[in-house]
């Protein structure tokens, strides 16, 4: 979409594409830098049912399953640029409702911590108060010795480059340019070199506190990965901690049930049932 001029393009060249690579390829074939891109990675062409759709390679509207709708749609994205602004009825009382909006938002106390560390600041929050699922579900709250390598304080002073607003005119612009330089962490130097947006809370409770990873570097590689695949995090970082625990503990002490991966999904029978309950 060119301001008031739409085109439908074979997105045969981008297909297959991670968002990232997509974006740059589709932005390269149109010539501008500056588009905004709303797409779709390798989840949404597939039909993963909860495929999200990532704007601009960090931004997911996720959730709902959009993705899977767009690749149901064989729609790879859609690219936008625009230049005539945008009609508003009332231009003064506008901008004197913004204004009044934005003081009440800069008094509120909450205010000046999502600006500095974003979702990341409810991380100790949600453990005092036992909303923690630390190693899907079996317990409400972190370790201490591993809750501090998961507070907003570490990865403020470890990786933390600079504060960034994904839009413009955000008032609070919570997000956090990082960068990994591999001494970080025990598992950093796997991503040296990785750069951009850093995770937010959600990453953190899924596989940082989920998967038991309380790793920032770890859990910043997978964010990236989520979105680069265009995975809602949600629902994906609920299935993967469900997924270690299955394979780890489903059917433990009985000989013919462990490790046997039919046992994920299928309940024994009444026969079956007593002989696992004799061993």
């Not at 399953?65 to 767009?70: I, K, N, R, T, Y």
Request: glycine fraction near 12%; charged fraction near 20%.
């Amino acid at each position: 979409i060119d301001d008031g001029r739409v085109e439908i393009r074979d997105a045969s060249a981008h297909w297959g594409k991670g968002v990232k690579e997509a974006t740059r390829s589709i932005r390269s074939e149109l010539g501008d830098t500056d588009a905004s891109v709303a797409c779709i990675g390798q989840a949404g062409e597939n039909l993963v049912s909860y495929a999200s759709v990532t704007v601009t390679e960090e931004r997911s509207a996720g959730r709902t399953g959009a993705g899977c709708v767009f690749g149901s749609k064989n729609l790879k994205a859609i690219a936008v640029r625009g230049s005539k602004g945008i009609p508003v009825y009332n231009p003064k009382g506008f901008l004197e409702a913004s204004q009044e909006i934005y003081s009440r938002l800069k008094a509120d106390p909450t205010h000046w911590g999502f600006r500095k560390v974003g979702t990341l600041g409810v991380v100790g929050f949600y453990d005092r108060i036992g909303g923690n699922a630390y190693r899907n579900n079996q317990f409400s709250r972190v370790p201490p010795e591993k809750l501090k390598t998961m507070l907003a304080r570490w990865f403020v002073d470890n990786m933390k480059s600079y504060d960034f607003a994904c839009s413009t005119g955000c008032t609070i612009g919570c997000c956090q340019i990082c960068e990994v330089k591999g001494h970080e962490s025990p598992l950093a130097s796997r991503y040296r070199g990785l750069t951009g947006e850093g995770p937010e809370y959600f990453t953190v409770a899924t596989f940082g506190m989920g998967c038991d990873i309380p790793d920032y570097a770890a859990i910043t590689h997978l964010h990236h990965t989520c979105n680069d695949y265009g995975l809602d995090l949600g629902e994906i970082g609920g299935a993967v901690p469900f997924l270690m625990i299955c394979r780890t503990v489903k059917g433990k002490g009985v000989s013919w049930m462990e490790g046997v991966s039919l046992w994920h999904y299928r309940s024994p029978n009444p026969h079956e049932y007593r002989q696992a309950l004799a061993e």
